[in-house]
């Protein structure tokens, strides 16, 4: 049983000493089948009559009711995987995908990657023709449909989390409506924590038979099978979509809130947790944080405490912090997941991810700072930048009742109630309303779909984004002037996975013989940070980086990096010692290797020749930036000075986005976030990677190439003019 087994070896220093447990019992040679202990296990019956006879099905439930790991073993047992066919499970979420396939292989008692695999975007466990059951990402499953339109190799596709409403999946719901037209042995199953459920019904209601119509089908079809008849087949499903609500079990959760507001959450989330620990009574705790940085800022603070009150006595339990989030590697994921040892307390400091994708046993207190990192896009400057964003009340309602699986839970809310009543919206709004649409469009004209605005939509974007993106591609070269994809850039950009400005700069470095270059540089740009900030060496982070640093700027100084790591042999030690992440940097090695593979594959680069390199030249490399980044040019405007700043400060550089014409209406602030080597620097015209919003209301540009304003005129003539000399 998996509440006895012990941790598994993982890296050294984060396991307390004599915690390294037995090896995992060997392997069953026969499945399992899942856990029948689970509510959704009530209703496997029901769930696989529905989807015998229902183009949709869509199912409602507690998390944790055992849905995604669950629902596709039912299939799988009753034969839906057979004739070479595969069962889809989409998730928004990368660590979703990967953690929740190792639990089912798990279960099921396979190796990961055989029967059970997953596939997210420059990984994946599978074996072709073998893998039954496949967790991949949204995003993912879109690109498949590029080669395989009608996704013929699955015969069922859950789209799991519809709540979350991730652009991906809102996009993959309207192409699944229309691929179901043409294949009525299809089926889908929507599996959603919330009750977004009457719109998704209604969603995939339209246009099919009307419920009259259905119900006549069945009675005739019930009748035929009275008379001794054969029962419809299931290539002619009932179109009206069922909808099962799952009853979970859960326990009752007193929420608490401060007193008054806590001036810096991560501070506040370690105190809470160190209070209800001094509190002596049994139960995990769950900490929900917005981002990788705030985690490894509160797992530092956390382990402090842990030695601390470790030497003090006293307490029955000692702490043992772990963090959650996207970028740690796989084997520190699952730590999360492990039964917590005898005589330890187990403190996950997660992102949203332990939210509703990831269910985390023996949680009793949850501690929640009610603030999400989220994209959010403004369609008039064309600025799309991540910012902590207050929560939903649906998803702090979510995050609470994580605390309520094993018994009566607490759940910690770092606001007040007033400021939880009034500052909090009620229900997330969809992602696909607060983004750049660039990418999405880009793959709607690439699988044919040529009216993006006649799409049938779950809620139709923002007219004004789609516009911005038509023009962003047209900018881009991707569509020409009857909208259509070019075929040197468009068809080119939509075999990459990547997004569309840095799958552009790829194929300009081509012409300017820095591809080996940009190889690298756009992977690593396209995975998690490189650097990985230590808690309390902020100092010696900053003295790292400024040895690679080059006036170039983010790029080359990554670039640098890179080719100081190559030079230690890849060596992990070395990557730590210069506060690299080396898990990162491993995965844009490889990730690097498959756009190689894939450009030659599709004739992008001659498979017979080493890419074209530029040596050190590497004018090419922010030539070649500029080229993807054209729409994210900013020209250096002026030095704001703090009155209130100590002496000696030199004052912020302020910089105007290019293309943005409404700044004296609608001004935006704009400078070189802390985390570039040109912060505090002035460099005359930069192209940036990403923006992030500050509270204090500056734009923050991440991943700065110091760019010369000619380059941007001869790229864009259509866009950037020289001043006129008056
Ligand atoms: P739902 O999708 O309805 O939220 P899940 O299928 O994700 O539910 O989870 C069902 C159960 O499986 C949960 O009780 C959870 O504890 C367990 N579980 C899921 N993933 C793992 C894992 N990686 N390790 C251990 N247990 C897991
Ligand atoms: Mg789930």
Redesign the pocket.
């Known amino acids: 049983d998996?509440k006895d087994r012990d941790f598994e070896p993982g890296p050294p220093g984060l396991l307390p000493d004599g915690l390294r447990g037995p090896d995992l019992p060997p392997m069953q040679p026969t499945y399992r089948f899942g856990?029948p202990s689970?509510p959704?296990s009530r209703y496997r019956r029901q769930i696989l009559y529905l989807v015998e006879n229902h183009a949709t099905t869509i199912i409602v439930?507690?998390?944790?009711?055992?849905?995604?790991?669950?629902v596709p073993q039912f299939l799988f047992e009753a034969g839906w995987a057979e004739n070479g066919f595969c069962i889809a499970v989409t998730q928004p979420r990368r660590v979703a995908a990967t953690?929740?396939a190792?639990?089912v292989a798990?279960e099921l008692g396979c190796d990961l990657g055989t029967t059970v695999g997953y596939a997210v975007r420059f990984d994946n466990a599978l074996t072709a023709g073998r893998t039954r059951i496949k967790y991949l990402t949204d995003g993912v499953l879109l690109r498949e449909m590029l080669d395989d339109p009608l996704l013929t190799s699955y015969s069922v596709i859950i789209v799991?989390e519809a709540h979350e409403r991730s652009l991906a999946t809102d996009m993959l719901l309207g192409l699944l409506k229309k691929i179901q037209r043409r294949r009525p042995d299809l089926r889908l199953i929507i599996?959603s924590?919330t009750l977004e459920a009457t719109k998704l019904k209604d969603f995939f209601d339209a246009g099919t038979v009307t419920a009259a119509a259905a119900a006549a089908k069945r009675r005739a079809a019930a009748a035929a099978a009275a008379a001794g008849g054969v029962p419809p087949p299931p290539s002619d499903p009932d179109r009206t979509p069922a909808v099962v609500t799952?009853e979970?079990r859960t326990h009752p959760v007193q929420v608490h809130y401060l007193e008054s507001p806590a001036p810096n959450y991560v501070h506040a989330a370690v105190e809470a947790a160190v209070n209800i620990h001094c509190e002596d009574l049994p139960g995990d705790i769950l900490i929900f944080l917005t981002g990788q940085e705030e985690i490894q800022g509160a797992v530092g603070l956390l382990e402090e405490h842990a030695r601390r009150l470790a030497s003090s006595r006293g307490y029955s339990l000692k702490l043992l912090p772990l963090p959650l989030y996207a970028g740690l590697p796989g084997a520190q994921q699952?730590m999360v997941?492990?039964s917590t040892p005898r005589g330890y307390r187990k403190v996950v400091a997660a992102t949203n991810i332990a939210e509703?994708?990831?269910?985390?046993?023996g949680i009793v207190y949850v501690v929640d700072c009610c603030f999400v990192k989220q994209r959010c896009y403004n369609p008039l400057s064309g600025l799309e930048s991540l910012l902590v964003a207050p929560v939903s009340k649906a998803s702090a309602a979510q995050r609470a009742g994580r605390a309520g699986?094993m018994r009566a839970g607490h759940c910690f809310r770092l606001c007040t109630e007033e400021d939880f009543t009034k500052q909090l919206p009620e229900v997330a709004v969809p992602e696909m309303q607060r983004s750049n649409l660039v990418g999405m469009v880009l793959q709607l004209k690439a699988l044919g779909i040529d009216n993006v605005m006649r799409f049938e939509w779950l809620a139709p974007p923002p007219a004004e984004a789609l516009v911005r993106a038509l023009e962003e591609l047209h900018a881009l070269k991707v569509l020409d002037e009857d909208a259509r994809l070019t075929r040197d850039v468009g068809l080119a950009l939509a075999a990459l996975p990547l997004e569309p400005g840095l799958g552009a700069a790829l194929l300009a470095s081509r012409d300017l013989g820095c591809c080996e270059e940009m190889l690298t540089l756009v992977a690593l740009l396209s995975l998690q940070q490189v650097w990985a900030p230590a808690q309390g060496a902020v100092r010696a982070l900053e003295e790292a980086k400024a040895k690679f640093a080059t006036a170039e700027g983010d790029g080359v100084t990554l670039l640098n990096v890179h080719r100081a790591w190559r030079g230690s042999g890849r060596s992990a030690a070395w990557a730590q010692r210069h506060f690299l992440n080396q898990h990162a940097l491993l995965r844009a090695d490889d990730a690097r290797d498959q756009l190689l593979g894939l450009m030659r594959r599709h004739g992008l680069l001659p498979a017979d020749k080493l890419p074209p390199s530029c040596e050190r030249d590497m004018e090419s490399v922010c030539r070649a930036v500029a080229a993807g980044r054209f729409m994210n040019a900013a020209v250096f405007e002026r030095i704001e000075y703090n009155p209130l700043a100590p002496e000696g400060d030199k004052g912020t550089p302020v910089f105007r986005l290019v293309r943005y014409t409404a700044q004296r209406t609608h001004p935006i602030k704009l400078r070189i976030h802390n985390s570039s080597v040109l912060w505090r620097s002035m460099p005359s015209c930069v192209v940036y990677n990403t923006v992030q919003q500050a509270d204090n209301g500056w734009y923050e540009m991440q991943g700065v190439t110091a760019v010369r304003p000619e380059w941007l005129i001869e790229l864009a003539p259509h866009m950037f003019h020289k001043p006129n000399p008056t």
Request: net charge negative; proline share 0%.
């Open positions: 998996d856990d689970l959704v439930g507690e998390t944790g009711s055992g849905k995604t790991t669950q953690t929740v190792a639990r798990e799991d599996s924590a799952v979970g699952q997941f492990r509703t994708s990831l269910t985390i046993e699986r």
